[in-house]
């Protein structure tokens, strides 16, 4: 088989995929990249020498060759391109096509309703909906937003965001976190509005009026970093917070892997957030909030997390202190947590499925998994994914 991965870009967030993959088939496997990172994303480190990755090709140097290879390979995923007109051949010819997509409608499904929204959805998912393709939804809330629109019936899967896998013995994994008598916790992302860091400090000032012994690990940068670090040292916090900047990826591992909990605030925007992905492998008992793609996937309230509704700061401070006041009968969420990553939300388990759900599309049949990376996505309407959860859904 013949598997050629379209997107914008290659980074840290697709290469262990791309990886397994290229374990799989080999020179089989290529991954094609629409265009050069933006000044932004290599700012904040995510930059990587394409040079140096043998399955890695660059349509805007080799634009025949690759377009050449879209059309021949087996199979073709297309993630985000900025290029539908590379896309469109494809579709138009029949062959096995799959397409990997976040959400649509972001700030809310009323704007379906756009007469020229729903066009540019027409030209680029509905026309399609009969073809050989399917849509690999990253991210729960995915699957609604297509549904909406009519576009690939019976043809949406679970998919995601697949972090570099580390793995541990039973006696690495009880050695990883401290016993120094506080419970350790760490953010990590950038300072922006949408990630409401500020929920932290908030946190951090309800600890110290209950009298725990905590730690708080601040890591990234960003327009509001400035704020918080004002608003840590005004209420004098500042021996219970460390604030590390930019970090680079391995870098945040190692921190979270000598923490406790990992609180992750974002809000709705958040299309998927791999961080949880990154904290759960690292044994962390998540605290997140339900509008992120990723926590109805990778989450089971009370399993292997927690979860607490929209920007409801109270309940998440809530689950927090319950935490705190629970903590030796609770931990064990953040075995099942990382178990959740080792066993099936993984670049390597992810892959095997991919293949193996490709080779039925060529066969003409579709064969979902079970459970996890390409099982079927159910469609939950927004407003009622955190009920859903809680009361142990399917989802």
Not at 76 to 103: A, N, Y
Request: aromatic share 12%; net charge neutral; glycine share 8%.
């Amino acid at each position: 088989m013949t598997f050629t991965f379209v997107s914008n870009y290659i980074n840290h967030h697709q290469i262990p995929l791309c990886q397994a993959l290229y374990e799989q088939l080999g020179e089989d496997f290529t991954f094609i990249q629409t265009m050069p990172m933006e000044k932004e994303r290599v700012d904040m480190g995510w930059a990587v020498n394409v040079e140096e990755i043998p399955y890695v090709e660059c349509l805007y140097e080799k634009e025949y060759e690759c377009l050449k290879k879209i059309m021949e390979s087996d199979v073709v995923l297309f993630g985000w391109t900025g290029r539908e007109d590379i896309v469109e051949p494809r579709l138009r010819s029949g062959k096995t096509t799959l397409r990997v997509s976040e959400r649509l409608y972001r700030e809310g499904q009323w704007k379906v309703v756009s007469p020229r929204g729903l066009a540019a959805k027409y030209r680029e998912h509905i026309r399609y909906r009969r073809q050989n393709v399917c849509m690999l939804c990253a991210g729960a809330y995915a699957a609604s937003d297509f549904h909406l629109i009519g576009a690939y019936p019976d043809k949406l899967f679970k998919w995601g965001y697949f972090t570099k896998l580390r793995t541990y013995t039973d006696e690495e994994f009880a050695a990883l976190k401290p016993q120094d008598g506080k419970i350790h916790i760490v953010w990590a992302g950038r300072f922006i509005p949408l990630k409401h860091p500020e929920y932290v400090v908030r946190l951090a000032k309800t600890l110290r009026e209950k009298g725990y012994a905590y730690q708080i690990h601040m890591l990234g940068d960003g327009e509001l970093e400035p704020l918080i670090r004002r608003d840590v040292e005004s209420s004098g916090l500042s021996e219970s917070f460390v604030f590390y900047g930019y970090t680079p990826p391995e870098k945040v591992r190692d921190v979270m892997e000598k923490c406790h909990i990992h609180l992750f605030t974002s809000n709705y925007l958040e299309g998927w957030g791999a961080v949880v992905n990154e904290g759960m492998n690292s044994g962390c008992v998540e605290v997140v909030n339900a509008q992120v793609g990723a926590a109805p996937y990778l989450i089971r309230h009370g399993v292997n997390g927690l979860v607490y509704p929209q920007d409801r700061y109270d309940r998440m401070e809530m689950l927090v202190l319950a935490l705190f006041a629970h903590w030796e009968e609770r931990k064990q969420m953040g075995r099942a947590a990382y178990e959740t990553i080792r066993d099936m939300w993984n670049a390597q388990h992810a892959a095997k499925a991919l293949l193996r759900f490709a080779d039925g599309l060529q066969r003409g049949v579709i064969e979902a998994q079970q459970a996890g990376p390409l099982s079927i996505a159910p469609v939950t309407a927004p407003g009622k994914m955190y009920r859903a959860m809680m009361q142990g859904e399917e989802i």
